[in-house]
């Protein structure tokens, strides 16, 4: 007994923070894989546009 509270105890909120630790490492991951996603899709849309407006130009 540490302090008047069992061992177990201590590793109990020893491990809620390892998880809320690894919880924001997985959301951080998660949102740059979000990011690169979106900006991908964004090119290609962009090319689109590119490539509809040269054939628009060249039709007239």
């Not at 491990?15 to 979106?38: C, D, H, N, P, T």
């Amino acid at each position: 007994m540490v302090l008047g509270l069992p061992v177990w105890v201590f590793m109990c909120i020893l491990l809620i923070f390892v998880s809320g630790y690894m919880a924001y490492r997985a959301m951080k991951a998660e949102r740059k894989i979000e990011q690169q996603f979106i900006e991908r899709e964004g090119r290609v849309y962009i090319s689109r546009m590119e490539e509809e407006k040269d054939r628009r130009h060249r039709a007239n």
